[in-house]
């Protein structure tokens, strides 16, 4: 697993904010073309039904998404710091739903009448619409209060902990260069200087 990589298995909307990771260049961003976005959610499909299959994202829909996960790290790194999350993002994100919302959309199957949750819109407007909801459902969960960012020198990605000791956003990630870091520091500091 690469930094190139989006990280994904952690709440929908965590996996939105660990889109922008860290690079030796600063942040960069993991959703920032029409083709990436389209990676992304295929790998997001199975939380995300709202991507559908009406085609490839284009260069429009990537405002609505970007602004989403925009005000979703807003708002996780205020209470990562325990600091009242800014009005201006929670705003944003109920805008985000309100955009396009879920109308349960009823048929039959033939024995029973079913109802499926749908959006219309453009697609950047309906995956936001989504991904505004997930947050919206994680920010008022009371497992936010487990948050975390990731332990490893330089690495912004957020997680939720499902043990109490996990320090990293992943072990193939961050972990296992910080075992890399630490075994390299015990075995130089071990071996006397070359001249």
């Known amino acids: 697993m690469t930094e190139s990589e989006p990280l994904a298995g952690e709440a929908l909307a965590l996996d939105l904010v660990n889109t922008r990771p ?37 260069p ?27 009005a201006t993002a929670l705003r944003g994100l109920t805008e985000a739903q309100r955009a396009a919302p879920a109308v349960r959309e009823l048929g039959w199957d033939g024995t029973s009448v ?36 990731c332990e490893a020198d330089g690495c912004v990605l957020v997680f939720l902990p499902a043990h109490p000791r996990r320090r990293w956003c992943s072990p193939a990630r961050c972990g296992n260069r910080a075992r890399v870091a630490r075994y390299y520091q015990r075995h130089s500091a071990a071996q006397p200087p070359r001249t």
């Open 114 to 149: 079913t109802a499926v949750p749908r959006r219309t819109g453009p697609l950047g407007v309906r995956v936001a619409a989504a991904l505004a909801e997930a947050a919206a459902g994680l920010l008022t969960d009371p497992a936010i209060g487990r948050l975390k960012e």
């Open 22 to 58: 860290v690079s030796g260049d600063g942040r960069m961003d993991l959703l920032g073309t029409p083709r990436q976005l389209a990676r992304w959610l295929k790998l997001e499909a199975d939380r995300l039904p709202e991507s559908g299959t009406d085609g490839q994202p284009v």
């Open 60 to 86: 429009d829909d990537l405002v609505p998404v970007h602004a989403v996960r925009e005000h979703t790290e807003a708002v996780v790194r205020a209470l990562l710091d325990g600091a009242e999350p800014p």
